[in-house]
């Protein structure tokens, strides 16, 4: 499977932005998709990963609350909803997929996709 993610950008602090992961394979919804990110000089990090069926959500801490994923099988993408950004919200945000698990070690992931940067200012 092959993933794109898009929709990041520059925003204030408190505003919000949507990304969107599309990934292109038939065997999409078979599929658990999580976003990281990872921010200048850090190590990636687990932001939130859904199961190929969206019955099960899981969130790091730090954006439980105000982020919340999504996915639509039948168009083949997964969404990020950020909302009330902080400026320690920036970095570049990648999607992953998985058939095996939600794993919050980013080792774990087989597909990535290239990335797509958020700037929080504030």
């Known amino acids: 499977v092959q993933l794109q993610a898009s929709g990041g950008g520059l925003v204030q602090a408190g505003g919000s932005l949507r990304l969107s992961c599309a990934a292109s394979?038939?065997?999409?919804?078979?599929?658990?998709v999580g976003w990281f990110r990872q921010a200048p000089g850090k190590e990636r990090e687990f932001v939130t990963a859904?199961?190929?069926?969206?019955?099960?959500?899981y969130y790091a801490d730090s954006v439980k609350g105000r982020f919340t994923i999504s996915r639509d099988n039948a168009r083949k993408t997964v969404y990020l909803q950020m909302n009330r950004l902080k400026p320690e919200d920036t970095a570049v945000y990648y999607c992953?997929?998985?058939?095996?698990?939600?794993?919050?070690?980013?080792?774990?992931?087989?597909?990535w996709g290239q990335g797509t940067l958020v700037t929080v200012s504030s």
């Open positions: 394979g038939r065997t999409f919804s078979s599929y658990a």
């Open positions: 992953a997929a998985d058939r095996t698990g939600t794993s919050r070690n980013h080792t774990l992931w087989d597909y």
């Open positions: 859904i199961s190929w069926s969206g019955g099960s959500i």
